[in-house]
């Protein structure tokens, strides 16, 4: 004959044992999820980044094709020289305003 407070006892053992076996499972499945998902989110950022600096570049390149001058200005440069730099700029300046006008123009 067997003791039904020792069956008892090893009937609850035996639910805990697997409800404990059952959390340890599903844990381990949403956090495997968890670290997956991070893993993508983290991808997917690296390639928007990528993607915007490539498109910040690609559109720097065209707004500045056309422009193959630069000017220097040395710490010892005279006042003639520097007249010069501001005729220069304020050459670029009025390139850019009549291309934006142009642009203004175009879009309208």
Do not use: C
């Not at 340890?24 to 499945?29: A, G, I, M, R, V």
């Amino acid at each position: 004959m067997s003791n039904p407070l020792i069956h008892a006892f090893f009937v609850g053992r035996a639910v805990a044992d697997l409800l404990y076996e059952q959390l340890e499972h599903t844990l381990t499945d949403a956090l495997s999820e968890l670290g997956k998902f991070d893993a993508e989110q983290r991808e997917r950022w690296r390639q928007f980044t990528e993607e915007t600096i490539a498109r910040a570049k690609a559109a720097e390149a065209a707004a500045t094709q056309g422009r193959t001058t630069t000017t220097t200005v040395s710490v010892g440069s005279s006042s003639q020289d520097m007249q010069a730099m501001i005729d220069e700029l304020r050459a670029e300046i009025a390139q850019v305003r009549s291309e934006l006008q142009r642009y203004r123009s175009q879009s309208v």
